[in-house]
C-alpha cells in the first residue's frame, strides 16, 4: 500500500477546489481603474502613496527644476541625511569596515565618534552568542531547503529564550534589536551548514566568530571550511551590507515591520514578518534570479562581445522567450530610481576589483555590457514612465557568486544587512505609536441573497 502525503499531493477535489478559489478571487483591472486604486500602493508614475514619516532614510529619485517641474535626477540614498556615497567613501578612505558604523547611525540618528564605534562593536560582539544547544536542538532539527524559513523560525524560536520577549519599552526592544542584529549571520549560515550536511551529506563545519572581527569577516570565517578570507573580499562584502542595510519605509520589508509593529506586537513576531516578505522573489530573491538569467544568457549567447547577440537575447527576454519567459530583465529598474541606483553606482567600482582579483574580468566586462544594452532595449520594447537603469540587485548577486557564497545564502545576507534598518523602524514605529496601521479595501462583491441548502446548484467553474 503506497502511503499518500497529505502534504505535498495535489488531489483532483483540491484542484477543483482551487479553480473556485482562483475564480471567485479574480477582480478586473477596469475595477482598479475606476476606483482609481493605487496598485502597490504606488501611482501610475511609480510615485508611492505617503503613508508615513521617517527620519531614518531618504531615497531621492526627482528634483524641482528651475521653471518648478519636477523632473528625473540621478538617484540619491541618504541614511539620516548622509549620502550612502559619503558614508561609503569615508570609512574606505579611512580603512574602516563600515557596516557597525552605518548600524549605529541608523538606530541613534548620529555618526559614532571613535570610542562610541568601539563600545557598539564590542557590545554586539557581546551579543554573538546562541543560547546554549540552540545550534543542536533548533537548527539541526528539521533543516529546511530555504534558508529563509530557517532564519524565520529561528528568530521566532528565540522568543521562548527571552523572559521579557512581549516587553515593548524601548530599552528592551533595542536590546532584543542588537542581539538579533548580532546573531543574524550565525543563525543563517548555521542554518545552510545544517542542510548541506543533513540533505546533501556534506561535512558539518560550526565555527565560532570571533569578537575581534567585523560582522563581513565573521560571515566569511564562519562559513568557510579553512575560515580564510582575502582583504578585498570582507571589503567588498562590508560594503554590500551596508549598501543594502536601509531603504526608506516604503519597501515591503520595512514596511511590513512598521505594520507588525503597530499592533503591539513582540520583536520576534515583527522580524519575522519581515524575512517572510524579503523571502519573496520581487524582493530579496531578486538577486538570484539575476544570476540564474546570466546563466541562462551564456548557454545561449555565443559570443559575450557581440552586441547584435545579445541584444537579441534581450529582446527574446521581454517577449517572453527566454529564460523563465516571464518578460523581465532581472536587475534592471527600479520601483524608485529611474536615471540610477547610486547604491549599484557604488558597488560598480568594488565589483571590478572583485572580479580583477578573482579572473573573472570578462563575466564582469559581460555584466557592464548588458547594463548598457538593457536600457535601450527596455526602451525599445516598453513605454517607459520613468528612465530604467541597473538596480542593486544586477551586480550583488555577481559579488556573491565571486565570495563563493552559495546561492541559498543569497537573501539571508540580504536579512543580515537589512535587520539594521528594520530594527531602527521598528523602534520609531514604537516611539510614535499612534494607530494601527489599517488601509482600506473597497468591495467590488454585488449584494447577494442566502439561499438555503435544499436550493442550491452547483456552479460551473
Not at 85 to 114: A, W
Not at 124 to 150: C, E, G, Q, W
Not at 157 to 174: E, F
Not at 407 to 421: H, K, M, Q
Amino acid at each position: 500500500m503506497t502511503s499518500i502525503n497529505p502534504y505535498t499531493v495535489e488531489t483532483p477535489q483540491l484542484l477543483e477546489l482551487a479553480e473556485l478559489c482562483k475564480k471567485g478571487g479574480y477582480i478586473g483591472e477596469e475595477l482598479y481603474q475606476k476606483y482609481d486604486v493605487k496598485r502597490g500602493l504606488r501611482d501610475i508614475n511609480g510615485k508611492g502613496v505617503l503613508a508615513g514619516l521617517t527620519e531614518i532614510s531618504e531615497i531621492q529619485s526627482t528634483e524641482v527644476d528651475a521653471f518648478g517641474a519636477t523632473i528625473p535626477c540621478e538617484g540619491r540614498l541618504y541614511y539620516h541625511g548622509i549620502n550612502v556615497k559619503e558614508l561609503v567613501s569615508g570609512f574606505i578612505r579611512e580603512k574602516r569596515f563600515g557596516f557597525e558604523e552605518t548600524t549605529y547611525l541608523l538606530l541613534f540618528g548620529q555618526l559614532p565618534t571613535s570610542q562610541q564605534l568601539t563600545d557598539f562593536s564590542e557590545l554586539l560582539a557581546y551579543y554573538r552568542s546562541l543560547p546554549t544547544s540552540f545550534v543542536r536542538d533548533i537548527i539541526m532539527k528539521a533543516p529546511s531547503r530555504d534558508m529563509m524559513n530557517t532564519l524565520a523560525r529561528s528568530v521566532l524560536t528565540l522568543y521562548s529564550y527571552d523572559d521579557r520577549a512581549d516587553d515593548i519599552s524601548i530599552p528592551n526592544v533595542l536590546r532584543q534589536c542588537l542581539q538579533l542584529i548580532a546573531l543574524f549571520p550565525m543563525l543563517s549560515v548555521y542554518g545552510y551548514q545544517a542542510f548541506k550536511h543533513y540533505h546533501e551529506g556534506k561535512s558539518l563545519y560550526i565555527h565560532s566568530p570571533l569578537p575581534e572581527l567585523s560582522t563581513a569577516e565573521n560571515i566569511l570565517r564562519i562559513l568557510r571550511p579553512n575560515k580564510k578570507y582575502t582583504a578585498l573580499e570582507a571589503r567588498v562584502l562590508d560594503v554590500a551590507l551596508v549598501l543594502h542595510a536601509e531603504h526608506g519605509g516604503g519597501n515591503n520589508s520595512t514596511f511590513t515591520t512598521h505594520v507588525v509593529s503597530s499592533s503591539g506586537t513582540d520583536t520576534y513576531s515583527a522580524v519575522a514578518a519581515a524575512i517572510g516578505s524579503l523571502k519573496g522573489p520581487r524582493h530579496g530573491g531578486a538577486n538570484i534570479k539575476v544570476v540564474q538569467m546570466f546563466e541562462d544568457l551564456k548557454e545561449h549567447v555565443k559570443n559575450w562581445h557581440d552586441k547584435g547577440e545579445i541584444r537579441d537575447y534581450l529582446h527574446r527576454l521581454l517577449n517572453k522567450q527566454a529564460f523563465d519567459n516571464a518578460g523581465l530583465i532581472y536587475g534592471m529598474g527600479h520601483a524608485v530610481y529611474s536615471l540610477s541606483d547610486p547604491r549599484a553606482d557604488v558597488f560598480r567600482t568594488f565589483v571590478k576589483n572583485l572580479s580583477e582579483e578573482k579572473g573573472r574580468e570578462e563575466e564582469y566586462e559581460l555584466y557592464s555590457l548588458v547594463e548598457r544594452l538593457a536600457k535601450e532595449v527596455i526602451g525599445e520594447e516598453r513605454r517607459i514612465y520613468k528612465g530604467v537603469s541597473a538596480n542593486v540587485d544586477f551586480y550583488s548577486g555577481f559579488v556573491y557568486s565571486m565570495l563563493d557564497l552559495p546561492t541559498e545564502l543569497f537573501t539571508p545576507i540580504f536579512a543580515v544587512s537589512r535587520i539594521s534598518g528594520w530594527s531602527a523602524h521598528r523602534i520609531e514605529e514604537l516611539c510614535n505609536a499612534g494607530k494601527i496601521i489599517r488601509p482600506s479595501y473597497g468591495s467590488v462583491s454585488p449584494r447577494r441573497e442566502y439561499v438555503p441548502m435544499a436550493e442550491r446548484t452547483i456552479q460551473e467553474i
